[in-house]
């Protein structure tokens, strides 16, 4: 069975250009989530989705961050302008459901120069 | 938010030796998780725990769902090299909420 996946691994770019991340969950997986990681921390959520539903995104900048999941499956998040503090690694994971056992991609580092 | 404290942050062991890490929180959990992470990747479930006072093993890890519900435990016996990265403890304390992630314990077998 494949994991998440995302794309692409790597991106570097300017401060102020838009940036964009892929992610497919694991297939039959209802609940998916988007987590910011930076260096020597723990994942931080940054959405969750219920299906299409995005259940929970207190903690997404919304002035510069956006993300969807239109057909309830695969997933993207934006970031424009990005800025230099968005440089991290960012994680997609998925879950049959919320509360149950949460499984990542392997994330997508971001560098802003 | 919630809070969660794992300890220790960093650890050295010599091959084969037995390897403990902790995880405390502020609150009540409902589900413990345990991940490893290796450089460049992202966090791989190592072990579940869904009820108070469960042992569950996988290999050479065994973790514990304290029977308090605010605290878990993660083992690894004979440790050897490829157990080193990046431990984290993460735990949800309601089937609505996100998982709330330890800060890690980065393990360093040295052979």
């Known amino acids: 069975e494949a994991g998440v996946v995302q794309s692409p691994r790597y991106k570097i770019i300017e401060k102020k250009q838009p940036v964009a991340f892929w992610c497919n969950p694991i297939s039959g997986h209802n609940t998916l989530y988007w987590y910011l990681q930076n260096l020597g921390q723990g994942p931080e959520l940054l959405i969750r989705?219920?299906?299409?539903?995005?259940?929970?995104d207190s903690q997404l900048p919304k002035d510069r961050f956006s993300a969807e999941r239109l057909k309830g499956v695969d997933s993207t998040l934006k970031i424009q302008p990005a800025e230099l503090g968005d440089s991290a690694v960012y994680l997609c994971a998925s879950s049959l459901k919320s509360g149950g056992a949460v499984f990542f991609g392997p994330g997508t580092r971001l560098t802003v120069l | 938010g919630q809070q969660l404290n794992q300890s220790p942050q960093s650890m050295f062991i010599q091959e084969g030796e037995d390897v403990s890490m902790n995880c405390t929180s502020s609150?009540?959990?409902?589900?413990w998780l345990w991940y490893k992470q290796d450089p460049g990747e992202g966090p791989v479930l190592l072990i579940a725990?869904?009820?108070?006072?469960e042992l569950t093993s996988n290999g050479r890890l065994t973790a514990q769902f304290g029977i308090t519900r605010k605290d878990s435990f993660l083992n690894i016996s004979a440790s050897i090299p490829s157990d080193v990265g990046i431990y984290f403890c993460a735990g949800d304390y309601s089937g609505n909420t996100p998982l709330v992630f330890g800060k890690g314990t980065r393990l360093s077998v040295i052979a």
């Open positions: 725990l869904y009820k108070a006072g």
């Open positions: 989705y219920e299906n299409e539903e995005a259940v929970d």
């Open positions: 609150s009540i959990f409902n589900t």
